[in-house]
């Protein structure tokens, strides 16, 4: 029963370096989304994807890119990382959108830029 | 700036006891709010939601209300449980043009006390 997961679960990049966070769901959902969440802050969303082939900004975009090739991968890209992309990053899925289905979150990936 | 305040960091409550945890909203066009629950090393959990056009909804031993007009909702936990016992997040969201994010607040830490 794995749900909605991510990896790696930690990692630390140097700045300017670049990786990639998976992320993989195998509920058959619609949406996905990438979340990060600062310290004793609240999540903040990244990017999202209603379906595969497309995706749609969030609130913190910038650094960030993301492709969605099939309904069960939503990758999220870190180019040239920076101190300010120290975070826990979390992968969510659900079927049709908040208002009408359970969103599922990743256990996050923590990344830490130094 | 922050459109949904969580002004509360942490909350201890006797076991057996209410816990009321609180959330203020400045952004009037939010019309879809949200309580999730979050562990240590794992991904947010939705608990219960509720729409702009109630004013309580309620689950099991979990309720929320909302006050629309003084921008605030609550979520009652009754009885407490040791297993309560997480960060409470408040989220709220508005459907602009079909966008899907959630904007959260900062988390309350519930701790239940024996």
């Known amino acids: 029963n794995a749900g909605v997961t991510q990896t790696p679960k930690f990692r630390i990049l140097k700045i300017g370096q670049s990786m990639t966070l998976q992320c993989a769901q195998d509920?058959?959902?619609?949406?996905m989304y990438w979340y990060r969440q600062d310290p004793g802050m609240g999540l903040k969303l990244i990017y999202y994807?209603?379906?595969?082939?497309?995706?749609d900004k969030g609130e913190v975009p910038n650094g960030y890119n993301v492709s969605r090739s099939t309904t069960e991968d939503f990758p999220l890209r870190l180019e040239l990382a920076a101190p300010s992309q120290t975070s826990v990053y979390f992968c969510?899925?659900?079927?049709?959108?908040?208002?009408?289905?359970?969103?599922?979150f990743g256990e996050g990936s923590w990344l830490t830029v130094v | 700036d922050q459109q949904v305040k969580q002004n509360s960091p942490s909350l201890s409550v006797q076991e057996g006891r209410i816990s009321i945890l609180n959330c203020d909203y400045t952004?009037?066009?939010?019309?879809?709010f949200l309580w999730y629950k979050k562990y240590p090393a794992e991904g947010p959990t939705f608990l219960i939601s509720?729409?702009?056009?109630?004013d309580k909804n309620e689950d099991g031993r979990f309720t929320v209300f909302l006050n629309k007009s003084a921008k605030h909702l609550s979520l009652h936990i009754v009885p407490s449980q040791p297993g309560d016992s997480a960060v409470y997040f408040c989220?709220?969201?508005?459907?602009?043009?079909?966008?899907?994010?959630?904007?959260f607040g900062k988390g309350t830490h519930l701790i239940i006390q024996p």
């Open positions: 509920m058959n959902h619609n949406y």
């Open positions: 969510a899925s659900s079927l049709g959108g908040h208002r009408r289905s359970t969103i599922y």
């Open positions: 994807s209603v379906g595969a082939g497309i995706t």
């Open positions: 509720i729409s702009s056009i109630k």
């Open positions: 952004n009037s066009m939010f019309d879809y």
């Open positions: 989220a709220a969201s508005v459907l602009i043009g079909g966008a899907d994010g959630l904007t």
